[in-house]
């Protein structure tokens, strides 16, 4: 298999938060692909896809970091399940939703500048242009209070905080898919940006490292900056 993922100036930055849910997935499958690095002006070689991830398996292409989850829990029966037993998919559904409707958005306004400095030169006024009409300001104007900003982002986790002082991980004794996909927003945010968005001490933070320390440390290997 190969996995085109999006990677900064240096190709063993991988920072895309989709593509890091499909990385953990595959390593909770106990399988491997090929990674070939993807920037933003590499459309072409990924054609008619427009966004990474995307997955070569073989014959098959797939795009779409959930629609990859559930052909990798499809294709692959016999091996460990991303989702478990019923409801499970429906449940890692909505984690899947809250992180991409409220929390990413969210750290988004506190690192968005920051991404500049890992980005591949050819990819530089693409995301500028492309995020300033988006947020219709300046990246810089954007993460311009964030120092306060963080304090909104830590009591929107709250709930997710109340989880993980019970249990290890959101999924209970071990972690599974919603664990991945809450994952990737803080390594894509890890791979990006100095500035801290947990207090050392919050369980979230806890959690974070013992994702990290997941199949032999794989997402601590990557260049970050912590």
Known sequence: MKLYELAGADPARLFSPYCWRVRM??????????????????KPAITPHKTVPVLVDGETVV?????????????????????????GKQLTRFVAAFVDVTLFPAMSRLIVADILQVLHPGDVQYFRTSREARFGMTLEQVQANRE?????????????RLMLREQ????????????????????????????RLLAPDDPIEAWRQRMLDLHGGMARKVPAFD
Do not use: N
């Open 148 to 160: 306060s900003g963080v304090e909104e982002l830590r009591k929107l986790l709250r709930p997710v």
């Open 25 to 42: 997935a595959l390593a909770a499958k106990g399988l491997r692909a090929e990674t070939i690095p993807w920037r933003f002006v590499d």
């Open 63 to 87: 795009a779409d970091s959930w629609t990859i989850a559930e052909y990798l829990e499809d294709r692959f029966p016999d091996r460990p399940s991303l989702f478990g037993p019923p409801p």
């Open 168 to 195: 290890p991980f959101l999924c209970g004794a071990a972690p599974m898919h919603a664990d991945s996909i809450l994952f990737g927003a803080f390594q894509w945010a890890r791979c990006v940006s100095p500035f």
